[in-house]
């Protein structure tokens, strides 16, 4: 863990090798002391060396940008650069050496860089989102006359006067962040929790790398829905568990992949991974918005319905109770997220990376739809309806795989028989 600020630790909280909760205090920092001397009264919090350090170290000055004279000017003097073995500090500002080191390779002046980490700290991220936006060395190194070139692309050599800098060499790349509106009578703040922090940085990073599509199908789940009345008494005396739609839609599921391979795989470079087993992630929302954890399932290709009852509700309870270990919710090479337990129909699921797909799956809703019997004759009936919702990785996953891995899931979640699912 980098330290948010230079000092000496003049308290260890957390002992070498003991397993705490994200965003837990792990030490206490004196800004600015020795280590020979004198401890202080009372050790102040990271939160506290934190804004010391600001006070302390002021910002980098923002130089102005300087009009185009009339006349050739001689080029100003470069500033001297910091050292890259600084790794860390620049401008009051703590960067890794990581970043340093990036930061020199592209030219780039850290401070001018926005930061997400502690205590404003410019991440590896950070720094690599500023260069894929379109920073450039150029825009954060001093303003130097353009090369004799014109605009079109002409060349300017023999010319007697040099070309005026372009536009990009005048306004840097970085727009300053303007400062926050100040609130009103009806707003207050929210920061972030870890776990949100965690959601937020894994979200983006998802739909950065796989180019999402949705496909939409409808499913008659009115045999289900006849299926799991017949049953549910039944397995709560056996069992002990409360069999619900969603675990007949996992069973499904697991059986429709075994079918279409490509929709449980990982993409690695230009190759992709497929798994002969299935891990199942199971999306569990936290109680009053503080979050979403993915417990796994793990290996539910073995398991039947009562099966995948039993471990769906362990893991959701532990889940909610914060008893998951750090196992239980990585690996998984699927996912499943049910926000039809809340009303909705229909929804476009963001793919939990490395995965390729999520399964979304809806409200089921009782409504009139146009049936057909054995011998051809239409009518119109009362049907319990449900939407599944695929997101997939265009990169790996084309439209008819999808549609055609969807259909399967349909056709058995409105044929199947007793046997087959609880078998």
Request: negative net charge; glycine residues 8%; aromatic residues 4%.
């Given at each position: ?15 070498e ?43 980098a000055?923002v ?10 000017a ?10 890259a ?96 509106a ?33 496909s ?135 793919i ?72």
């Open positions: 863990m980098p330290s948010p600020a230079s000092g000496v630790v003049t308290k260890i909280v957390t002992a090798g003991e397993t705490v909760d994200v965003g837990a205090l792990l030490a206490q920092i004196e800004v600015g002391g020795t280590a020979g001397g004198s401890a202080p009264a009372a050790p102040a919090p990271i939160e506290q060396a934190q804004q010391t350090l600001a006070e302390e170290i002021p910002p000055p130089a102005a940008t300087p009009s185009v004279p009339d006349t050739p001689p080029a100003p003097a470069a500033p001297q650069a910091a050292p073995a600084e790794g860390a500090m620049g401008a009051g500002r703590f960067v890794s050496p990581v970043v340093a080191r990036i930061a020199a390779d592209q030219g780039i002046d850290p401070s001018t860089v926005p930061g997400t980490g502690t205590g404003g700290r410019v991440t590896k991220k950070d720094i690599l989102a500023f260069i894929e936006g379109g920073a450039s060395a150029q825009a954060s190194a001093p303003v130097m006359p353009a090369p004799a070139t014109s605009p079109q692309g002409a060349s300017a050599a023999g010319a007697s006067t040099p070309a005026a800098p372009t536009p990009a060499a005048q306004t840097p790349a970085a727009t300053p962040v303007a400062p926050p100040p609130l009103d009578g009806g707003e207050r703040v929210v920061n972030f929790n870890p776990m949100r922090k965690a959601i937020a940085r894994h979200m983006v990073e998802s739909t950065h790398t796989s180019p999402h599509v949705t939409t199908m409808e499913v008659d789940m009115t045999r289900v829905v006849r299926m799991r009345g017949a049953l549910k008494a039944e397995l709560q005396a056996q069992w002990g568990v409360n069999v619900t739609f969603t675990h007949f839609a996992i069973r499904a599921l697991i059986d429709a992949i075994a079918h279409w391979p490509l929709i449980n795989a990982e993409i690695r470079g230009d190759s992709a991974v497929i798994k002969s087993y299935v891990n199942l992630g199971i999306a569990v929302a936290l109680d009053n918005g503080e979050g979403l954890i993915v417990p796994v399932l793990r290996n539910a290709e073995e398991k039947n319905l009562v099966g995948i009852a039993r471990g769906v509700k362990d893991l959701a309870d532990r889940a909610r109770n914060k008893k998951l270990s750090p196992d239980e919710v990585s690996g998984g090479t699927f996912t499943l997220t049910n926000p039809g337990i809340f009303g909705a129909v229909h929804g476009t699921p963001i939990n990376q490395p995965q390729v797909a999520i399964l979304d799956t809806e409200a089921i809703i009782k409504r009139p739809v146009v049936v057909t019997d054995s011998e051809g004759a239409d009518a119109i009936a009362i049907r319990s309806m449900m939407n599944l919702c695929m997101s997939y990785d265009h990169r790996l996953i084309d439209g008819a795989y999808a549609v055609q891995f969807l259909a399967h899931l349909k056709r058995s979640l409105e044929t199947w028989d007793e046997a087959a699912f609880v078998g």
